[in-house]
């Protein structure tokens, strides 16, 4: 998505910090950030970022180049398709395939809604018949495309998730992620930011169920809470039924915040029926631990074009699992750098243990 930043406060602690508001313009793809200053938590030569997450190599291969025609970059979404290639959808409505070792483009395919409009698109699913499953945020929305681009359905919103005035979602803070449940009959898709009406920070996650026709009917809804001032770029599903989530903020003249959870749904209430969510009892989290925060992670020579707590980092939108490496997941992470001079297409790879049990599930606090 393109970004609305505000001015963020630096805090000295990675668990809670504080945040204000203001504008910056070199990232126009995110409200507002947390930072925490870079810590030498890694030893020389070390590729770990934490005791769960360690970085292998990181790519800008990509970066402000074309094909076809057509800027590659403004990925905000990845996926892994049938024959092990990459899937990747821009926020400017073009869906690359991409070879899984060179990254090389190998097609690249437009989409649209049904008036022929572009799409704000941001989250992306290869289903198991190889249609593709995009979201946009426009309005939102989530729909089923051909791999040339053909929309074969679309799936219902609810009515409280759609942007105000028909709902009470906030414009550019909807539908990011998308990933499809262990069995893949069970789609979730995470929206950025909190609806008008709940609690600043509870961001909802609503799910889809298939049925027997291949349609997706509504079900399930979870409250994930974010840390202060962040919002959920993506999310993926682990194959135990957790979930990887990303969060992500801006602070224009210090840069951005990216932070990887493992997250649980399982135990968490379902709020498709609880208007508001304020702090009532008897409404569940989604637990959360946190894994990593990118800025931790040893540079490994990266450089930055605008000011960063560590170079590495540049607003980090899409992630795909693409495999597992021993007893960790293989994880690739890649920038949307909305076409920006001063923002950088990246690719990350990292290696993510999620053996690790999560914190117990958390009440919603009111404001």
């Known amino acids: 998505m393109r970004l609305r930043t505000v001015l963020a406060t630096a805090t000295a602690s990675l668990a809670a910090a504080a945040c204000l508001t203001a ?28 005791p769960a997450v360690s970085i292998d190599r990181f790519s800008d291969a990509l970066d402000k ?7 590659v970059g403004n990925f905000s979404a990845l996926a892994v398709d049938r ?20 990254l090389a483009p190998r097609a690249v395919v437009p989409l649209a ?23 946009s945020e426009t309005e939102p929305s989530v729909r089923r495309y051909s791999r040339d681009g053909r929309i ?3 799936l219902p919103v609810p009515d409280a998730l759609k942007v105000a005035p028909a709902g009470r979602a906030v414009s550019n803070g909807t539908f990011e992620g998308l990933t499809l449940l262990p069995g893949g009959r069970t789609l979730l898709a995470s929206m950025e930011y909190a609806l008008a009406g709940d609690s600043s920070g509870i961001v909802r996650f609503q799910t889809w169920r298939e049925t027997k026709g291949g349609h997706f009917r509504l079900s399930r809804q979870y409250a994930y809470r974010t840390d202060a001032g962040l919002g959920v770029p993506e999310v993926q599903a682990t194959p135990d039924g957790r979930l990887l989530v990303l969060e992500r903020g801006f602070t224009a003249g210090v840069g951005n915040t990216v932070r990887l959870y493992l997250a649980d ?29 990118i800025v931790n992670c040893p540079s490994r020579g990266a450089t930055a074009k605008q000011p960063q707590p560590n170079p590495l980092l540049d607003n980090i939108e899409g992630m795909v699992i693409t495999g597992r490496a021993g007893d960790r997941l293989k994880v690739l992470l890649v920038s949307d750098d909305n076409q920006n001079a001063a ?9 993510v243990r999620t053996t690790k049990a999560a914190e117990p599930a958390e009440r919603i606090a009111a404001g």
Not at 23 to 39: E, I, K
Not at 343 to 351: A, C, G, M, N, V
């Open 23 to 50: 504008a910056g313009p070199a990232n126009a793809d995110v409200h507002a950030a947390t930072v925490t200053p870079t810590v030498p938590a890694n030893t020389p030569g070390s590729h770990a970022c934490s």
């Open 65 to 71: 180049t074309t094909y076809d025609g057509t800027f």
């Open 83 to 102: 024959d092990g290639s990459l899937a990747a959808v821009s926020d400017r409505s073009a869906l690359f395939n991409l070879d899984r070792r060179t």
């Open 113 to 135: 809604d049904e008036s022929g409009a572009a799409l704000d698109s941001e989250g992306l699913v290869v289903d198991r018949d190889g249609s593709r499953l995009v979201s």
């Open 152 to 154: 074969l359905d679309r």
């Open 265 to 293: 749904p399982r135990r968490a209430t379902d709020t498709s029926g609880v208007e508001n969510l304020t702090g009532q009892d008897g409404v569940r989290l989604v637990r959360k631990t946190l894994l990593a925060d």
């Open 343 to 351: 923002q950088t297409t990246r690719f990350y790879y990292l290696r």
